[in-house]
């Protein structure tokens, strides 16, 4: 089992080790420690309160990152978000027993992709970015998951039905073709023309194209080859159907790879990070002063919806409020809790949605009200990761899973 | 083994169970592009998922946008139209198991008055009959943060910027003011040209994509052009006229009941029945057509059978027959069903027993100008033929 971090030292410069598929260790990287170092010393002078919060580390590395691209700040955030990353991976895991996938492999899949968390985290209204990473870093698993068992059970050409062009084109890349788009327009007309027959067959043993779908396939590609720059050549039967097996067989190497470590940390002896940290980047103080100001407010937000929430949890009724406790302190999935209540899974979702909704609401007019946050979607969300978080935080306190090191 | 479904424990994202329906495909038979045959049965049995699923869940009302059954957009376009209260919301159905991005075609987001307020990413799985609704986004969101493809003219949207929390989605929908706006577009394109377009992109495999967006977006947002565009991709330059039935009937393989008599002998025996009833004039028409319905097992030859009287007050009484042309009989199990083609409702239905020699839906006055149509049906083979009053 893992033990969480317990200072700011460590929380933005140690990275997870595994052995055989469980963690083993924090493993440091003597640079970011060195470097984590400095900066400690540096506020440690001005404002000692901020030693030990890591949320305001958290904050402070993610913008010298979005200012300065510093990849550094990259490598210490990487290192902050291998709790919510083991986390993440350990409640899929937990919940989708499986043995194609571990803690560790899963693990892997998202932390390699970290860089896209950050890209896409909106800082505002108390959201942090642990906690967005956490449920990012969630998907991603289950996305991952999805398709190892898409893998197993479809025919090759069922599959390719099956992938978003997203996905899709992640495949290609990873392949290293460089005619993406050509690709991706054969891939299209094969989804045009091919699919299963609702009165006799299902899309997972969707068989090799016939030659009229080629037929029709062609005629389609041809004519929207136009629309690329520059133009793919004209294709015939043949060339097309040996263009959609190439697809076939990076989609299959790619849902399946051997996963690599990526993003572990590189400065693992002692000493031999020293040349490098010489030329280490100061940060200017203007940078610093941003990320308190940006903290303060953060901090600000989360006691006032810590107390809306106290209120709202607490004049639920005790049925909601048991159906809380069960799903964020217990851990119990929405089985487990049905068979616990005697009641239907369905109808456990459906009241947790509830309480949710409610909750969500609380907050959201609360906020209007007295801050005048306009109610917008892309606000909500940001309200309702704080809520999540804090329903989890405030179950879990006894829990040893959750335990998140979050200031408030 | 994973469990059935990843997505079971998360209530965050509703899964909806779905019926896949044999028979709806087999009704859409008549549709001769075979991807806009797929689209139109996929949006129609996750259109049947969401509606079942808005009534009893939350006993919310929606509607298909702008009717019941908008064929005429689905067979060129993909993503399914809802009305819920004040807001539009366009489920964008997708076959993928990954939830890796939103893609929404350029129409639902450019054309002024069919944007919508919000895009909800869906996954179909026709296999494990379940509808996923796994993120969503603001009309907003889509068009700053969409990446644009010029390929196919789609915004796309990655899963880390799409919001995947409905209890979100509830309160949004409730709490937030519609970004939707209607407005009367006159149609600004001539007819002439309206017309010549339509007869260019017949027969192309995505129309959507053969000329300059803002062209294309004249056409289609136009209902009138956008359902005879349909019509004609389906192979019929116009439902038929019943009014004072002419040419185009009988280019179109429909004769005046005597040539036919001798093909179906049943026929023979009500036909003068027939027309001492009506006493066939100058008002009063009947013609017949016959039909192949190509079943897996047989080909079957039919003979339909239509009469219009022309009321004083102008209506029509028409009344629909169906008649064996080789056997004696007709065959077991085959249907005739008269319904309104722009919403799917089916009117009336009428089936044959084991010794029927013939079917038919019984006389309906209806006035002029309204659009039916008739199918018939035997085992997965469809006849369809659309008619005007």
């Known amino acids: 089992m893992m033990h969480s971090r317990t200072n700011g030292l460590d929380i933005?410069?140690?990275?997870?080790?595994?052995?055989?598929?469980?963690?083993?260790?924090?493993?440091?990287?003597?640079?970011l420690l060195r470097n984590m170092r400095a900066h400690l010393a540096t506020v440690d002078a001005q404002n000692a309160d901020f030693l030990e919060q890591e949320g305001f580390w958290a904050i402070y590395w993610y913008q010298s990152w979005q200012q300065q691209a510093s990849s550094q700040a990259a490598m210490h955030l990487c290192a902050y978000l291998q709790e919510p990353c083991y986390w993440a991976s350990e409640n899929v895991a937990r919940r989708f027993v499986t043995e194609q996938c571990t803690v560790a492999d899963g693990f892997q899949v998202a932390i390699s992709d970290f860089e896209r968390i950050l890209k896409h985290y909106k800082p505002g209204h108390g959201n942090t970015l642990k906690a967005y990473a956490r449920s990012a870093f969630g998907n991603m698993i289950r996305n991952h998951l999805c398709q190892l068992q898409a893998a197993k059970i479809h025919s090759d050409w069922g599959l390719l039905r099956r992938l978003s062009q997203a996905r899709l084109k992640q495949a290609l890349l990873a392949a290293g073709f460089t005619d993406i788009a050509s690709l991706i327009l054969a891939w299209q007309c094969f989804k045009a023309c091919c699919h299963a027959n609702p009165q006799r067959s299902a899309t997972r043993g969707l068989p090799v194209p016939n030659p009229e779908q080629l037929t029709q396939m062609v005629e389609r590609y041809n004519r929207l080859r136009h629309r690329l720059t520059p133009v793919p050549p004209c294709l015939n039967d043949q060339a097309l159907s040996a263009k959609l097996m190439q697809v076939v067989k990076a989609v299959r190497r790619y849902i399946n790879p051997t996963v690599t470590s990526l993003n572990q940390p590189q400065n693992t002896v002692e000493g031999q990070e020293l040349m490098e940290s010489l030329r280490g980047d100061r940060d200017s103080p203007m940078t610093y002063l941003l990320a308190v100001e940006a903290h303060t407010e953060q901090q600000r937000y989360r006691r006032q919806i810590n107390t809306v929430l106290e209120n709202a949890i607490t004049s639920l009724d005790l049925p909601s409020q048991?159906?809380?406790?069960?799903?964020?302190?217990?851990?119990?999935?929405?089985?487990?809790?049905?068979?616990?209540?005697?009641?239907?899974?369905?109808?456990?979702?459906?009241?947790?949605?509830?309480?949710?909704?409610?909750?969500?609401?609380?907050?959201?007019?609360?906020?209007?009200?007295?801050?005048?946050?306009?109610?917008?979607?892309?606000?909500?969300?940001?309200?309702?990761?704080?809520?999540?978080?804090?329903?989890?935080?405030?179950?879990?306190?006894?829990?040893?899973?959750?335990?998140?090191?979050?200031?408030? | 083994m994973i469990s059935m479904s990843l997505q079971f424990d998360i209530c965050a994202q509703p899964v909806l169970s779905l019926q896949t329906n044999p028979g709806l495909w087999r009704h859409y038979a008549s549709v001769i592009n075979v991807d806009a045959r797929w689209r139109i049965y996929i949006q129609k049995i996750a259109s049947q998922a969401l509606l079942t699923w808005f009534g009893e869940e939350f006993g919310l009302s929606a509607k298909l946008w702008p009717n019941g059954a908008p064929l005429d957009i689905w067979h060129i376009l993909h993503g399914l139209p809802l009305t819920l209260g004040d807001k539009r919301i366009v489920f964008m159905v997708d076959e993928a198991i990954d939830t890796s991005e939103l893609r929404v075609p350029k129409e639902w987001i450019d054309i002024p008055n069919w944007r919508a307020d919000y895009y909800v990413a869906a996954n179909i799985d026709l296999d494990k009959q379940q509808l996923l609704l796994w993120g969503y986004a603001p009309y907003s969101m889509v068009k700053n943060l969409g990446a644009y493809d010029v390929a196919d003219n789609t915004?796309?949207?990655?899963?880390?910027?799409?919001?995947?929390?409905?209890?979100?989605?509830?309160?949004?929908?409730q709490l937030e003011p519609s970004e939707t706006i209607s407005m009367e577009i006159s149609s600004s394109l001539p007819l002439a040209q309206a017309e010549s377009l339509s007869q260019r992109l017949v027969n192309v495999p995505e129309p959507r994509l053969e000329m300059p967006f803002d062209q294309w977006a004249v056409l289609i947002r136009c209902d009138r052009w956008r359902q005879q565009f349909y019509q004609r991709r389906q192979g019929h330059a116009f439902p038929l006229g019943l009014g004072r039935w002419g040419k185009q009937l009988t280019e179109r393989g429909w004769q005046t009941l005597d040539n036919l008599i001798p093909q179906?002998?049943?026929?023979?025996?009500?036909?003068?029945?027939?027309?001492?009833?009506?006493?066939?004039?100058?008002?009063?028409?009947?013609?017949?057509?016959?039909?192949?319905?190509?079943?897996?097992?047989?080909?079957?030859?039919?003979?339909?059978?239509?009469?219009?009287e022309i009321q004083a007050d102008e209506r029509r009484n028409i009344e629909l027959e169906l008649y064996p042309v080789d056997d004696p009989l007709l065959p077991e199990t085959v249907t005739m069903t008269l319904s309104l083609p722009d919403s799917d409702e089916q009117l009336?239905?009428?089936?044959?027993?084991?010794?029927?020699?013939?079917?038919?839906?019984?006389?309906f006055l209806c006035p002029v100008d309204e659009l039916f149509r008739v199918s018939i049906q035997l085992a997965d083979a469809v006849f369809q033929e659309d008619f005007v009053s």
């Open chain 1, 322 to 408: 048991r159906l809380l406790r069960f799903y964020y302190q217990e851990n119990l999935t929405q089985k487990e809790i049905a068979n616990q209540l005697e009641i239907k899974q369905y109808q456990v979702s459906r009241k947790l949605n509830w309480v949710r909704k409610q909750l969500l609401l609380n907050v959201a007019e609360w906020g209007q009200n007295t801050l005048h946050i306009p109610i917008k979607s892309t606000v909500l969300v940001e309200v309702n990761e704080v809520i999540h978080e804090w329903l989890q935080r405030h179950y879990s306190q006894n829990d040893q899973h959750d335990q998140y090191e979050l200031t408030i």
């Open chain 2, 264 to 308: 179906a002998p049943a026929l023979a025996l009500r036909t003068e029945s027939l027309n001492k009833e009506k006493r066939l004039s100058d008002d009063a028409f009947a013609y017949s057509k016959t039909i192949l319905l190509k079943t897996s097992i047989a080909d079957v030859k039919l003979l339909l059978a239509v009469a219009v």
């Open chain 2, 348 to 363: 009336q239905t009428v089936q044959a027993g084991s010794r029927d020699n013939y079917i038919k839906i019984p006389p």
């Open chain 2, 155 to 173: 915004y796309s949207l990655s899963y880390l910027d799409l919001i995947q929390d409905f209890s979100v989605f509830w309160v949004a929908q």
């Open chain 1, 12 to 31: 933005f410069s140690t990275f997870v080790q595994f052995a055989e598929d469980r963690f083993e260790s924090w493993r440091p990287d003597f640079r």
